[in-house]
């Protein structure tokens, strides 16, 4: 590909993101950032977990995504008596044309490729489970038997953090496979006003399909496609290594307040955002600007506080903008790197020598 059917090709990846963007607007007053962190969790494959009081927009935002896009969509709203059987399927007798019976798997609505997780909270730790191999792996296993969920897959859930009564605390193996951790916040009185004024008149404004299934595939290939330069992939590694209280490059507050920090998949998270923001400014590389605009809903969900951290009402934001304060972006790669001289893409060499780009495990 020449130098300008690039620059076609990535313009044109643009302008179908401003596409969906533009649309879910006219549904979503406001929220750019959140519209924007969800959109390139889709790029990146990866699963959302919205966090916000009730009544500012979370489902609806889900549902304008949806709206947005030509795919399936499927809500599944979380109550304590929500059996996994009721999300991933379950299997039917049914009687054959010889008078016989047989066994047929009726899927349930995780075979969506948008999946609404709503209040995910409120249902209990057996039903969150079910949602843990589909989330992985993107298979769910019946009776010994695994079945492939469509692609692309992502799960929006929302959660609310106020109302603890009734509901069970995602556990930490679960709240580590969503990509993103977005706080939903109040609206300002200006967009407050506006959403008034759309939503009391006699026609409600709603989202059409401006973006294929093969589009947004293509648009997702175009991501893994992105070059992260060594030094961008060593700043992430630095950063990540930061939230960890063990280690010598924590910060004084990591140290005193955290109990575990981000881990691979948390540094797999930020460098594939990176990626993604950087495509969808036009850009085929990603830089240090990129990584530090995602690091907080990357890698807020992936660092627990520990007694003291907890007792004394610690923010696990201001202990990650203390990390991207104090953690030197220009730094000499380790001698092993050097020698064996990863690929740009921050890809896996291949035994065939070729660099294999792509994460998997987000």
Request: net charge negative; with cysteine.
């Amino acid at each position: 590909m020449t130098m300008g059917e690039t620059k076609l090709a990535v313009d044109k990846y643009r302008e179908s993101l401003e596409r969906v963007r533009e649309e879910i607007h006219r549904v979503i007053i406001g929220q750019e950032e959140v519209v924007n962190l969800v959109l390139l969790a889709l790029l990146c494959e990866g699963h959302v977990l919205l966090e916000g009081v009730p009544g500012i927009g979370k489902t609806m935002l889900v549902r304008a995504l949806a709206g947005s896009l030509s795919l399936s969509f499927a809500r599944i709203q979380f109550t304590p008596d929500l059996m996994p059987a009721d999300i991933l399927g379950t299997s039917i007798v049914m009687q054959n044309s010889k008078g016989g019976f047989d066994l047929r798997f009726e899927k349930g609505p995780v075979f969506a490729h948008l999946v609404l997780a709503d209040e995910i909270n409120r249902a209990s730790p057996k039903t969150q489970a079910a949602l843990l191999e589909a989330m992985q792996e993107r298979t769910v296993t019946i009776r010994g038997e695994n079945h492939r969920l469509p692609s692309p897959f992502q799960v929006l859930a929302t959660q609310n953090p106020l109302e603890m009564e009734g509901t069970y605390p995602l556990p930490e193996a679960q709240v580590d496979r969503f990509f993103f951790k977005i706080l939903v916040d109040y609206p300002s009185e200006a967009e407050l006003v506006e959403i008034i004024q759309s939503t009391s008149g006699p026609n409600l404004p709603s989202c059409s399909p401006v973006l294929s299934r093969e589009e947004l595939l293509a648009l997702q290939k175009a991501v893994r496609e992105v070059v992260v330069p060594p030094n961008v992939a060593g700043y992430a590694a630095r950063l990540v290594l930061a939230t960890q209280p063990g280690e010598e490059a924590a910060t004084a507050g990591i140290r005193r307040y955290v109990r575990y920090g981000a881990g691979p998949r948390g540094a797999q998270a930020l460098v594939m955002a990176a990626k993604a923001r950087a495509l969808g400014m036009g850009r085929l590389n990603a830089g240090v600007e990129d990584l530090q605009e995602v690091v907080l809903p990357a890698l807020r969900h992936r660092i627990g506080l520990n007694f003291d951290g907890l007792s004394e009402g610690a923010s696990v934001d201001q202990l990650l903008l203390e990390v991207i304060k104090e953690v030197p972006v220009e730094k000499e790669l380790p001698a092993e790197l050097q020698e064996k001289g990863p690929p740009l893409d921050g890809g896996r060499k291949r035994k065939d020598g070729r660099a294999a780009s792509g994460t998997r495990g987000l």
